[in-house]
């Protein structure tokens, strides 16, 4: 039976269910940040590249904001893990693995959507181990030809001069109502 309290969403730290804010999953003692993942929010990249340094494969090209990025490469088709590998210079490392994609919506725990997210703090065998595979993603989606935003957005067709024209006279015309309306 489903209660109105029951999160759908399962956060699981060093071995134990916690309730973790997305402040408290990307813990600001962290300044590095690699992933992998199928999909993101831009909304969450740039908040958390206010405080660490990113890098990442993402494997759909549903989001291109970060298409032109070099810290950022796409690997359409060929990636669909979600692992997230924090650390910094004083040697602290947090592996975060499951479904959930770098998303506000996926790692929010009151969002209900159904995300399972596992969380190991300081292992350095287990971070090695995801790391490894991390770098071998990159270096697959360093081959793999990067998407550029003007192959995704179709220019308009170029306008003929009578339509430039006629454009012109359609704002100018607006224009003089506007300005008729403010007297």
Known sequence: KLTTNLTTTRITVNGKLKH???????????????????????????????????????????????????????ALGRVHTKVMLLSNEQGDLRVITGSANLSIQALDENASQGENIVIVDNNQKLFNQWHDYFEQLWNLAKETKQPTLGKYIKPKKALTPKQLQNSIAELDSKIDTLKEREC
């Open 20 to 74: 973790y804010s997305i402040d408290q999953i990307f813990d600001k003692k962290y300044t590095k940040l690699e992933f992998t993942t199928y999909s993101f929010s831009a909304k969450l990249i740039n908040k958390l590249n206010e405080y660490m340094s990113l890098q990442g494969v993402i494997g759909s090209y549903t989001n291109l904001s970060l298409a032109n990025n070099p810290n950022f490469l796409y």
